[in-house]
């Protein structure tokens, strides 16, 4: 298996425009995360799915940023308006036990630049 | 308030001897740790989690402690070499859920 896949691997944008992350999870595994990573707040869970279905978003930030995930194989990550405090590495993960016991398996992240 | 706290200083130690990384967290009960390695430029690769009915986790160079009791785990690498300088990083996973809540990351820095 190719493990996580995300893409774009940089993205250097204008505050104002819209970005949209994207990430395809491990085949077979019902959970997927993304995660925020900053010098300042470390790594940061945003938003969680399983079988496709947001769980718990209590990490979004704002209403700026929204997340969807169509079909198992496939979800996005998008901020609209992007400002610059949005700037961070962007990290999906994708895990398959529910309980906890099963280790997360993380993609090689989006770094992000608002200027 | 709830919180996982890593060394932010850097730990710098000489090939060949034991590293020690600690995580403290206070406000949490969590049913698992784990504990996470982060190179430059790359996301988090697992490497050990611990139970919290388990007092030690072995594997390989790495050993990790729980003690719910002090609130404390302890990430150990014996015989360490350069190529385990690397990021890292605590997390707890509590009871709720498939969560997992990340301390700050100590980066360890082997010098040979």
């Known amino acids: 298996d190719a493990g996580v896949i995300q893409s774009p691997r940089h993205e250097v944008t204008e505050m104002g425009q819209e970005v949209t992350l994207r990430c395809k999870p491990i085949?077979?595994?019902?959970?997927l995360f993304w995660y925020r990573q900053t010098m300042m707040r470390g790594l940061e869970l945003l938003i969680y799915?399983?079988?496709?279905?947001?769980?718990?978003d209590s990490g979004m930030p704002e209403d700026r940023f929204s997340a969807k995930m169509p079909n198992a194989s496939f979800s996005t990550l998008k901020i609209q308006p992007s400002e610059p405090r949005d700037s961070a590495v962007y990290f999906c993960?994708?895990?398959?036990?529910?309980?906890?016991?099963?280790?997360?398996?993380f993609g090689p992240g989006t770094r992000l630049t608002v200027l | 308030s709830q919180k996982i706290e890593q060394n932010s200083e850097a730990l710098n130690i000489q090939e060949g001897k034991t590293a020690t990384l600690t995580c403290n967290y206070t406000?949490?009960?969590?049913?698992?740790l784990q504990w996470y390695r982060q190179d430059p430029g790359r996301g988090p690769v697992f490497l050990l989690l611990?139970?919290?009915?388990?007092k030690e986790k072995r594997k390989e160079r790495l050993k990790v402690t729980f003690d719910t009791t002090l609130k404390q785990s302890l990430f150990h690498i014996t015989a360490s070499q350069p190529a385990d300088s690397a990021t890292y990083l605590c997390?707890?996973?509590?009871?709720?859920?498939?969560?997992?809540?990340f301390g700050g990351g100590t980066r360890l820095m082997v010098k040979p």
């Open positions: 993960a994708s895990s398959l036990d529910p309980t906890g016991a099963d280790t997360q398996y």
């Open positions: 085949s077979g595994h019902d959970y």
């Open positions: 799915f399983n079988n496709n279905v947001p769980i718990d």
């Open positions: 406000n949490y009960s969590p049913a698992y």
């Open positions: 611990i139970r919290e009915n388990e």
């Open positions: 997390a707890l996973v509590l009871n709720a859920g498939n969560m997992l809540t």
